[in-house]
């Protein structure tokens, strides 16, 4: 029974060193983030990002089902992936030159299934 109250205090030290510990979010890429409507729309976003840094961006909203995202043009500078119902980009470390990139997504928002083109443009930072 004496185990319990040293496992306790354990866990309160491992906790109390956590919560020093800063949470760093990554910086926010997307300055332009139009909703899209999956109604057969374009939307277009505006991305600023320094070189060689990465941007790790959601696309689902609130009310509505991602099914699929898929590269429609790809960028001629920087790395794209799809990941899950968003998408990752990674800029080249130098020289900083604009680029861009289009997606297409399909899913259901709220009840009606759709598509949206979103035509991301991309900047240095």
């Known amino acids: 029974m004496r185990a319990?109250?040293?496992l306790l205090v354990g866990v309160a030290i491992a906790a109390s060193a956590m919560s020093g510990l800063a949470a760093q979010a990554s910086?926010?890429?997307i300055k332009e983030r139009t909703p899209f409507a999956l109604s057969d729309d374009t939307v277009k976003w505006t991305m600023a990002i320094a070189p060689g840094a990465d941007c790790i961006q959601g696309l689902r909203w609130s009310y509505m089902q991602?099914?699929?995202v898929s590269v429609v043009s790809g960028p001629s500078r920087g790395q794209l992936a799809v990941v899950g119902s968003g998408f990752r980009y990674s800029a080249e470390n130098h020289p900083p030159s604009?680029?861009?990139f289009t997606l297409l997504i399909s899913g259901k928002n709220r009840h009606d299934l759709?598509?949206?083109t979103?035509?991301?443009e991309?900047?240095?930072?």
């Open 4 to 6: 319990r109250p040293v």
């Open 27 to 29: 910086p926010l890429c």
């Open 66 to 68: 991602i099914f699929n």
């Open 98 to 100: 604009p680029d861009k």
């Open 114 to 116: 759709g598509t949206s």
């Open 118 to 120: 979103l035509e991301v």
């Open 122 to 125: 991309v900047n240095p930072q």
